[in-house]
């Protein structure tokens, strides 16, 4: 790495760092928020990211037991290219697991849906809403299913699991209605409307 490409990587992190402590009309989560930012903006030019918030965040735990840490983000970007954009993503994590998977990336789910969303106008509740469709529960039920399971000896055996439950989240409503111009309507189970 060249002298001149380490000040920018510098230079680029500081910037990240400064946006990331401008979000505060909301609580944050209990996260490293840096981390979080730093995720949601790769890729992407430090001089090209004109704002960034996190909407919506909830850590979910099942029977097996699988921890779940998942975070919407806004982002208002601008390329010469492009002109302005807006994009919507979500994030995952498994807090939980060694190696990569603890990290902060991308959740992809099925071949259909793209965690990444990007629109020529900012986003209202309406496209927030209709990309999280399916792909973001606000009130998952942590009911025990009926399932199939490998045994020890390689055979596929009936077995139960619990499904996902609510450990904590948060809708960011303050934050929310300043970049998205409309009240959340949909929140976590347990979660007071703000």
Known sequence: MTRRQFLAAGMAFVLLQA???EDTLDQLPPWNYSELVQAATEGLASGEVKDVRLLAWH?????????????????????QDTGEQWILLKLGRNPTEEGARSEWGLTFEGHQWSPVKLFDNPPRNRDVYTFLKDHWEFNPDGRTVPSMRLSDDGKWIPSRYTRFRILRAGVRSKTWRSVIGDDPTQFHRGERRR
């Open 19 to 21: 946006r990331a402590s």
């Open 59 to 79: 850590t979910q735990e099942d029977g097996r037991p699988i921890r779940f840490d998942a975070a919407l983000m806004w982002l208002h970007i601008e390329r």
